[in-house]
């Protein structure tokens, strides 16, 4: 981890306990308070990726109402977060309420250190995955391209020219290597163009016969073969605009 990202901000108003944490956590970039404004401000200003969180905060230190306001207030603002929390010896109650709140896990106390730190290595790692993922979406979120992530060169200059083609009337030749993305550029194109709010129609001609190709772009009239009971659309009438 780098320094940016293995900021760990602490909420613990036992300052015995953020001492112990101190003295334990000396790897992660270490932030401490003890009160909910002071743990939102931090939350504003450092943005860390993890956050320890006793439910037993002034006003009422032995309660867990204050604790859960804290929850909830900064998930408001930093969502991704990934809260985990600590709870009374035996207090399953209230750490099942803290996760269906969005907390991330919870720990119990007294505190065993060796566990809590393998929960926050998980932690930062999950962080560390969603992250990458939002980059990923929000890299490609203009590209209107559904199904198409890249960040190949050749894939986005593809993207690119779809981008300009598309609200044109020019009839397009889309070639390649099977498995190559064909289809999904193909529906780019539709999506972006004017008539995106008509039918795209793929057809797979090469599992078509050929005695049946005309039927099925064209379609048929009752009794035109035999087994022709009704009268059929083709696919160029499913497509029609």
Known sequence: MNKLSNKLLIVEDDKE???????????????????????LDLVRKSKPPVILLDLGLPPEPDGVQEGLDTLSDILSIAPQTKIIVATGNGDRENAVR??????YDFYQKPVDLDTLNIVL??????????????????????????????SNKSILSICRLIEKLA???TTT???????????????????????SEQPFVAINCAAIP??????ELFGYEKGAFTGASKQTPGKIEYANN
């Open 210 to 215: 050929d005695n049946l190709l005309e039927s």
């Open 173 to 195: 030749l889309l070639y390649g290597e099977s498995g190559t993305g064909k289809e999904l550029f193909a529906r780019a194109i539709h999506s972006l163009s004017q008539r």
């Open 98 to 103: 803290a996760v269906s709140l969005g907390a």
């Open 167 to 169: 609200p044109t009337d």
């Open 17 to 39: 306990l953020q001492r112990q944490y101190r003295w334990s956590f000396d790897n992660y970039d270490l932030i401490t308070t003890d009160n909910r404004k002071s743990a």
């Open 121 to 150: 290595q998980r932690a930062y790692k999950m962080y560390s995955l969603e992250e990458q993922n939002r980059m990923l979406l929000e890299r490609h979120k203009d590209a209107s391209f559904e199904g198409i992530i890249s």
